[in-house]
């Protein structure tokens, strides 16, 4: 077992004093319980996420790594609340330099727990080159869009799409609304029960070998190696 039910009671107390004097009295609880949990986890993706694709990336390094940073950035929000209260670990692409890049991601919440494949608000290079990928190769993309039609897995769980037809595309084209996403995420939704029972490490890794394919078509789209 990586995560235990202490993590889980951790980020439901870190979201009930979400201040700088309760966390600084509790930061060894959060090095033992969260932090170095969410490195092993990482260390111990590392080579099966090599043996799906030598490009992503699993950092154990605990600034600028895979797992992400507690500290929220409240320089543009009203709410001013200084932590985060969920786990965020990221294995994106070695040419991405944030979390727009294609990749896999697990998020731990006392209420909000999955795991994500794919590409969250790409940027508008990206984005063009997702929906031309699909309007070329149609057929390659429908057959990918299967697994999000079965009970594991949910495409468009994170994300809005455009109102109308994005340039270049007709309201009639018939994969539209997929051309008008602006996310291409798929979502596997779990338990904090299931992140915290002993196979989770082996769990994840049969989630992200189930969505090598669309991974593949995501990175390959924008002209990176997979």
Known sequence: MVFSEQLIDFLVELATHNDREWFNAHRDEYETVLREPALEYVRRIADPLADISPHMTASDRKQGGSLMRIYRDVRFSRDKSPYKTNVGIQFRHESGKDVHAPGYYLHIAPDDCFIGVGSYMPDRDALAAYRRAIDERPREW???KQLSESDDWELGGHGDSLKRPP???TADH???EDIKRKHFILTHYVDAEDVTAPDFVDY???????TREWMAFLTKAIGLPF
């Not at 994840?204 to 189930?210: A, G």
């Open 174 to 176: 018939p994969l539209i």
């Open 167 to 169: 340039r270049g595309y």
């Open 142 to 144: 429908l057959a990918l």
């Open 204 to 210: 994840s890794i049969r989630r992200f070998q189930e």
